[in-house]
């Protein structure tokens, strides 16, 4: 789907690297996020019209996750969205149905929400604006474990 034809949630990036308010991101190529066989299919299925996965910056619409940092960004060019249920379904099917295979794909490349399989959207874009770090497992304090027999001794003594 075209930017006009949906509308946009706020959306986040999940990101090993730490990056500055203000900085535009443009994306570099990705080594198969999701294996070379499953985004083998997803590059065979894909459009000419629609943005490859492997030269997109790719956004969720939520700020949880395992990521160190995760950014409040501002898309910048084209933006489209395909639901996470097909790549779920496509990660795990081990069979080797063609035409079955080329449904999910197309299904995902059209926009569609997997009935099937629950999951989030995600958004392909061709840049980004950082706007401002919003969470990540490099955001939260490190609470030091409460020495509770130091503290009795330190008391008693």
Do not use: N
Request: one cysteine or more; aromatic letters at 10%.
């Amino acid at each position: 789907m075209k930017l006009f034809e949906i509308e946009t949630p706020p959306l986040y990036l999940h990101s090993g690297k730490k990056h500055t308010s203000g900085k535009q991101l443009e994306p570099k190529s990705s080594i198969y996020p999701l294996g070379a066989k499953v985004e083998g299919w997803l590059e065979a299925g894909r459009p000419e019209h629609r943005l490859p996965r492997q030269s997109s910056i790719c956004l969720l619409e939520h700020r949880g996750g395992a990521a160190p940092y995760v950014y409040a960004v501002r898309p910048i060019g084209l933006i489209e969205r395909g639901h996470a249920g097909w790549l779920k379904l496509l990660a795990k099917y081990e069979g080797q149905d063609r035409p079955l295979i080329e449904e999910w794909v197309a299904a995902y490349w059209a926009g569609s929400e997997c009935p099937t399989v629950p999951g989030t959207w995600e958004y392909r874009a061709e840049k980004v604006q950082i706007v401002r770090l919003v969470g990540g497992r490099a955001t939260q304090q490190r609470i030091e474990p409460y020495d509770w027999l130091g503290a009795v001794r330190r008391t008693t003594i």
